[in-house]
């Protein structure tokens, strides 16, 4: 059961992926933040919605500044492939959602 249930995740990562991909609009400093958060939701478990913290996409993404790490969250979030939900409280993390943006869309 546990693998098929890993196979699943695995295929959702690259319907994911595929879709980025396919996207022009999309450059190296997206995909990479994009691949950060799906590496997130696949360690912790969790499928659309990853909880997620601002440093912890920046080292897995290898974005280094914040005026760069701002400019192309902010873009994903107008593009319509990311909701992000902050969390101003200090103990719990904030939230991204995942959403399935078609390029028949743009």
């Known amino acids: 059961m546990m693998k098929t249930n ?45 909880n997620v913290s601002r440093s912890k996409i920046m080292e897995l993404s290898h974005v280094n500044t914040l005026p760069t790490y701002h400019k192309y969250f902010k873009q994903l979030q107008d593009l319509g492939y990311i909701k992000y939900s902050p969390s101003y409280h200090p103990g719990y993390k904030s939230e991204v959602e995942l959403c399935k943006k078609r390029l028949s869309q743009f």
Do not use: C
């Open 6 to 50: 890993n196979r699943f995740k695995e295929r959702q990562i690259m319907d994911y992926l595929s879709m980025y991909i396919d996207d022009p609009k999309l450059n190296v400093w997206h995909l990479s933040i994009l691949t950060a958060i799906l590496g997130l939701g696949y360690r912790q478990g969790q499928g659309r919605r990853i």
